[in-house]
C-alpha cells in the first residue's frame, strides 16, 4: 500500500477522505504520481483539505500499476488496503470516497463495504454495471461530462437511476459540454467536491448542505433521475 502523506492526524478527525486517480484499461506500467489522472486529482485533494483543515483527513491513493486490467483489478488490493488503513487510524468516523475515471469504478467497488458513507464518482468508468456493488447506505453523487468521449454519461445516469430505485441517496448530475478530464467547468466540478464532502461530516463540523447555486439547471436530482429510468 502506497498513500499520499496525509496533512495531519489526531483524535479530531470528523472524516476521512479517500481521493482515487483513474487509470487506463490495460497497463502495467508502474503507477506514478506524476502521471496526468493522478495530476488531475490534487487539486481536489488540496482544496478539501484547505476548506476543512484537521477536520477530514485526506488521503489520495496510489496503485501499483497504471491499468485495470481485465479480471485482475489491479488497483483494488491497494486501494482496499487504504480503507483499511484509514478505518484503523480513525474508527467510526464517515469514510468518503472521491474517484475519477478508473478511480470512479474503483470506488464503487469499496463502496460495498459498510464502513463507506459516501461516493462521489466523476466520470466513473462503471464497465460491467459496477454501481450494483454499491451497499445501501452509501450516499453517491456521480458527475459527468455530457461532451466525455472515453467514458459514457449514459451509463452513469442509468447507473444512478438504478441506485435510487433500490432507495439510496443518489444524484446524477450532467456538465453540459464537460470532457473526460475535468478541465471546464473546473468551478462546478470543485465545489460540488467540497459540498458533497461537507453534507457526510456529522453535525457540528460545518455542515452546511448542497449549494444548488454550483450546479447547471439541468442537474439530475434523485427523484427525476428515478423517474426517467422507469
Known amino acids: 500500500m502506497r498513500l499520499v502523506k496525509p496533512r495531519r492526524t489526531g483524535t479530531d478527525v ?22 496526468a489522472s493522478a495530476l488531475r486529482m490534487y487539486p481536489f485533494t488540496w482544496s478539501i483539505r484547505a476548506r476543512f483543515g484537521g477536520a477530514v483527513e485526506v488521503r489520495q491513493v496510489r496503485y501499483r500499476v497504471r491499468g485495470w486490467n481485465g479480471g485482475q483489478a489491479s488497483p483494488l488490493p491497494y486501494a482496499r488496503a487504504a480503507l483499511e488503513a484509514a478505518a484503523r487510524a480513525h474508527p467510526g468516523v464517515p469514510i468518503v470516497l472521491i474517484g475519477h475515471s478508473m478511480g470512479g469504478r474503483v470506488g464503487a467497488h469499496l463502496a460495498a463495504d459498510p464502513r463507506v458513507n459516501g461516493l462521489l464518482a466523476l466520470a466513473p468508468w462503471w464497465q460491467y454495471a459496477d454501481w450494483r456493488l454499491i451497499h445501501d447506505g452509501v450516499r453517491v453523487l456521480a ?17 444512478i437511476g438504478e441506485l435510487v430505485t433500490r432507495g ?8 453540459p459540454g464537460g470532457e473526460h478530464a475535468m478541465l471546464d467547468h473546473i468551478r462546478v466540478w470543485q465545489s460540488s467536491a467540497l459540498t458533497f464532502v461537507e453534507r457526510l461530516l456529522p453535525a457540528g463540523t460545518g455542515r452546511r448542505g448542497y449549494d444548488a447555486t454550483l450546479a447547471p439547471a439541468d442537474a439530475t436530482t434523485s427523484s427525476r433521475c428515478a423517474s426517467s429510468n422507469s
Open 14 to 35: 470528523a472524516a476521512v477522505v479517500l481521493v482515487l486517480p483513474g487509470g487506463t484499461d490495460r497497463s502495467y506500467r508502474p503507477f506514478s504520481t506524476r502521471q
Open 168 to 175: 439510496l441517496d443518489a444524484t446524477y448530475l450532467p456538465i
Open 143 to 159: 458527475m459527468h461530462g455530457t461532451a466525455d468521449e472515453r467514458t459514457f454519461a449514459r451509463r452513469t445516469e442509468k447507473g
